[in-house]
């Protein structure tokens, strides 16, 4: 992956808000939006979400699931060209209390100040989605596969 690629990947990871997340129900793919943060060195994306909601549920019974972080539609001729990375990768649950819950609460506030109601419901925890492998499309004719290290590697972007 050439270096420009690499940081429209970097910024689309940082820039971006909400993901689309894919979990797998009654034998097919289910998608749902999500808001989501990121670890640094993007090693782990996380989620907090309610376990009422169905993804959550799929999430509880089969932890395999994807990420799909897209650039926002412009209005673009062609919104082909739009960059967007699909991240594969393992789900689990963080409970309140583990060891770095509080950074990831401070973390998600940080980004978004309105959520601070959710952390008073009980149904609500983080989850760690951390990357097994994906596909990142940086425009027209540039797409790459992408790996868990490929994207630590492009965090210092």
């Not at 998608?31 to 999430?59: G, K």
């Not at 952390?119 to 097994?132: A, G, K, M, Q």
């Not at 868990?148 to 972007?157: E, G, T, Y």
Request: aromatic share 12%.
């Amino acid at each position: 992956m050439d270096a420009q690629s690499e940081k429209v990947l970097a910024q689309l990871i940082r820039n971006t808000r909400i993901a689309s997340l894919g979990t797998w129900r009654d034998d097919y793919p289910q998608v749902s939006m999500v808001a989501y943060i990121y670890a640094e060195d993007f090693s782990a994306f996380h989620i907090f979400v309610s376990r009422l909601a169905q993804h959550t549920v799929d999430m509880e019974k089969y932890n395999r699931v994807s990420l799909h972080i897209c650039e926002t539609d412009d209005g673009r001729e062609d919104p082909q060209t739009l960059a967007r990375v699909s991240i594969r990768g393992k789900a689990e649950n963080i409970q309140i209390g583990e060891p770095g819950y509080t950074p990831l609460k401070e973390q998600y506030l940080a980004r978004f100040p309105e959520s601070e109601r959710l952390f008073s419901l009980s149904d609500f925890s983080f989850w760690r989605i951390t990357p097994r492998g994906g596909r990142y499309v940086a425009g027209f004719a540039k797409a790459f596969n992408i790996t868990a290290d490929s994207l630590v590697n492009v965090s210092s972007r």
